[in-house]
Each structure stands twice: as C-alpha cells, then as structure tokens.
C-alpha cells in the first residue's frame, strides 16, 4: 500500500508542451511538497503545501502552478516546457516537517 | 549558494566495516539535521536525524554526529552491509523555517562482500 503515489513515472515530450504530473498521499500528513532533482543531483524544494494553502514558492518560474484539490492530493502543472526542465520530480508529504515521505518521483525529459 | 555539502560524491567500503559519511553545512542557523537514504528509481527515506542541542543520536547501526563549532555531521554505519549500498542525502531544517528542508548533493556508498 504505497504511501505517496506519483505518476506517471516516466514523461518524455516535446519543448512547449504542457504536462502534469500528480501526486496523492494516503498517510493523513497536512503538508506535502514538490522537490526537483536536476542534473547535478541538487534536490531543491519547489513547493509546499499545507492543508491546500501554499507555504512555500521558491524561485520557479510562473510556468510552474501547483494545485493542491484536498490535502491529500498535489499536482505540479507545467506549461511551455523547456529543455531545463528535464529532470527529476519528487513529492513529498510529512507532518512535522522533518521527516518526508517521498514519491518515487517522475523522470521528465524534455527534447 | 550551496548551504549543505557533501563533498565525498563516492565511497566504497568492506561489508562489516565502518562507513563514515560526512556532511558540511554553512548557514549557523541550522539546527535540524538529517539524513536520507536513496535506493535507484525510489524516493529518499528518513534514516535518522539530530537536534543541534544534541552532539549524537544513535539508532541500532546508525550514529550521527553533530561539531558545531566546526558546522559538520556525519553519518557512521557499523557494520555496513551490502543493502546500505544506496545514496545518503544529508538535509537541514532551521526552526523558523520548518517546512524547507535543504539539501546536500548526496554521497553514494557502495558495501562489497
């Protein structure tokens, strides 16, 4: 019984498409995130939700919209995607802050 | 700016041996530490953690270690076996801040027979 699910897995497209990408977690936590993993291996938050409300929105572009439906649910949608957008999408969810829950996360690649 | 740093991206060490990974952090306002651990085409898990009122914590074969004074922890796992082998991702909290974990860039260990 996977305690946070992502899908899809694996996200090849095209430069200017748009695509999301969803996240649901089943362990009742009021907060959940959205971290990217780039090319380097740096695991930046993006994102944090918490009870539907955002928290936190670091410096990702506007192209980047989260929506987060109910608390159990955080969608990361991206429009006119670009090459630098390809890497690795993780969401997360924890109670206390600390310790996260992560996804198995979502490999975009973009071409 | 990188805040949290892992500067070993690599280290490979015997089964039953000790394997110490280490962590640097620049920001002194820091005071939650932690550790993930990354297995291929999985998410990070919580592996253990250490307020910084603390100097250890210990949880069966896994220890950390916080030096304030020298901003840096580390990770000792005795004895290391062949399924510790993954990606361990040392992160900071500061407690005004508790929802924005940071990150270093991680450290893949590798235990052989």
């Known amino acids: 019984d996977t305690a946070v699910s992502q899908t899809p897995k694996y996200l090849v497209t095209q430069m200017g498409n748009d695509k999301s990408i969803k996240c649901e977690q089943n362990l009742g936590h009021d907060t959940m995130y959205w971290y990217k993993q780039d090319s380097k291996k740096f695991l930046k938050i993006m994102f944090s939700y918490n009870n539907k409300e955002l928290i936190i929105n670091e410096t990702v572009p506007n192209r980047f919209s989260p929506k987060s439906p109910d608390k159990a649910h955080l969608n990361l949608h991206i429009n006119s995607l670009e090459l630098g957008d390809s890497a690795v999408y993780f969401c997360a969810s924890s109670q206390d802050g600390e310790k996260l829950f992560f996804g198995s996360g979502t490999q975009l690649s973009v071409l | 700016d990188q805040q949290v740093k892992q500067n070993s991206p690599s280290l490979s060490v015997q089964e039953g041996r000790i394997s110490i990974l280490n962590c640097d952090y620049t920001?002194?306002?820091?005071?939650?530490f932690l550790w993930y651990k990354k297995y291929p085409a999985e998410g990070p898990t919580f592996l253990i953690s250490?307020?910084?009122?603390?100097d250890k914590n210990e949880d069966g074969r896994f220890t950390v270690f916080l030096n304030k004074s020298a901003k840096h922890l580390s990770l000792h796992i005795v004895p290391s076996q062949p399924g510790d082998s993954a990606v361990y991702f040392c992160?900071?909290?500061?407690?005004?801040?508790?929802?924005?974990?940071?990150f270093g860039t991680g450290t893949r260990l590798q235990v052989f027979p």
């Open positions: 992160a900071a909290l500061m407690e005004y801040n508790t929802d924005k974990l940071i």
């Open positions: 250490i307020s910084s009122i603390k």
């Open positions: 920001n002194s306002m820091f005071d939650y």
